[in-house]
């Protein structure tokens, strides 16, 4: 499994960004995929996660500092994860991951413990 983030960059703060996710190889059929981010001598975080219910059925969780501002949303059939971030703060500066675990289970899915990652994309807000 690949995932390949891209999207990243430089936004003043109160603009948006939209995060993109790749995911090539296994196409899973269950458990999650989610957005993280970290910044030097902090732990990762997890942003916003999006786990499968059923058929086209999905449950969002967002962590709290992103809620009400960050949307996060998937195209199955590419398949890609997306990140739209709105009204961004300077404390959302960091570099943000992409991971993704058939068995990780929905009450699990803002932790860290996933099987796959991306390499990250840094956004940087001014």
């Known amino acids: 499994v690949q995932l390949v983030e891209s999207g990243g960059g430089s936004v003043q703060a109160g603009g948006s960004l939209r995060l993109s996710c790749t995911r090539s190889?296994?196409?899973?059929?269950?458990?999650?995929w989610a957005w993280f981010r970290q910044t030097p001598g902090k732990e990762r975080e997890g942003v916003a996660s999006?786990?499968?219910?059923?058929?086209?059925?999905?449950?969002?969780a967002y962590g709290d500092s992103v809620k009400g501002r960050f949307l996060i949303s998937q195209d199955a059939a590419k398949p890609t994860l997306y990140l739209q971030m709105r009204k961004v703060k300077a404390e959302d500066t960091a570099l943000y991951y992409c991971?993704?675990?058939?068995?990780?289970?929905?009450?699990?899915?803002?932790?860290?413990?996933?099987?796959?990652w991306g390499q990250g994309t840094q956004v940087t807000v001014s």
């Open positions: 999006s786990c499968v219910l059923g058929p086209n059925s999905y449950y969002y």
């Open positions: 190889g296994y196409n899973f059929s269950a458990g999650c």
């Open positions: 991971a993704t675990d058939p068995w990780v289970q929905s009450g699990q899915a803002l932790s860290p413990r996933y099987t796959y």
